[in-house]
T-cell receptor, first 111, second 113 residues
Framework: GEDVEQSLFLSVREGDSSVINCTYT??????LYWYKQEPGAGLQLLTY?????DMKQDQRLTVLLNKKDKHLSLRIADTQTGDSAIYFC???????????FGTGTRLKVLA | NAGVTQTPKFQVLKTGQSMTLQCAQD?????MYWYRQDPGMGLRLIYY???????DKGEVPNGYNVSRLNKREFSLRLESAAPSQTSVYFC????????????FGDGTRLSIL
């Protein structure tokens, strides 16, 4: 079935790395997106990866994709207090218009 | 550079009242979406419009109707509001195609008493 799962909470200290995990439904051709939601705001695109890739790096962000385990992760290096937010992963299959979102992970960065 | 604009930002209704949430995008996107966000449940798709002139049900369409007025605008209507529809509603748009990310509005916070 269509299901994208995330843990609900993560707490890290400022300056440490954060790793936010997501499991997704298997597909041979899919895009996987990471969004950030700050309080009172909409979702903002952070990065994305196509299912034929293993890794993508964009400044402090690293996305890792383990196709065998259907596992996606977002690593934030040198986490700052401004990174405190809810992070959503989302999956969309080729040939569809529906984006399937996870429940979101609330990241709290402690000073 | 407005992107996706939702109105109103906040609204309080009484049970049984009707209301239309407005959404407009200025990016010439083909596809538009309505989601609701509830604590611990992520985003759930209510309705979407793959292109102008088409609309389709999502995961939780009951109690809602939509209109794709033109390419820019996609409205969501609650005909008879119920407390279970208290939520934050987000509109999103995308150029179309699974390799295009969605762009979101800032949401409408709706409370039904």
């Amino acid at each position: 079935g269509e299901d994208v799962e995330q843990s609900l909470f993560l707490s890290v200290r400022e300056g440490d790395s954060s790793v936010i995990n997501c499991t997704y439904t298997d597909s041979s051709s899919t895009y996987l997106y990471w969004y950030k939601q700050e309080p009172g705001a909409g979702l903002q695109l952070l990065t994305y990866i196509f299912s034929n890739m293993d890794m993508k790096q964009d400044q402090r962000l690293t996305v890792l994709l383990n196709k065998k385990d259907k596992h996606l992760s977002l690593r934030i290096a040198d986490t700052q207090t401004g990174d405190s937010a809810i992070y959503f992963c989302a999956e969309v299959y080729e040939g569809t218009y529906k984006y399937i979102f996870g429940t979101g992970t609330r990241l709290k960065v402690l000073a | 550079n407005a992107g996706v604009t939702q109105t109103p930002k906040f609204q309080v209704l009484k049970t049984g009242q009707s209301m239309t949430l407005q959404c407009a995008q200025d990016m010439n996107h083909n596809s538009m979406y309505w989601y609701r966000q509830d604590p611990g449940m992520g985003l759930r798709l209510i309705y979407y419009s793959a292109s102008e002139g088409t609309t389709d049900k999502g995961e939780v369409p009951n109690g809602y109707n939509v209109s794709r007025l033109n390419k820019r605008e996609f409205s969501l209507r609650l005909e008879s509001a119920a407390p279970s529809q208290t939520s934050v509603y987000f509109c999103a748009s995308t150029q179309g195609g699974f390799n295009q990310p969605q762009h979101f509005g800032d949401g409408t916070r709706l409370s039904i008493l």
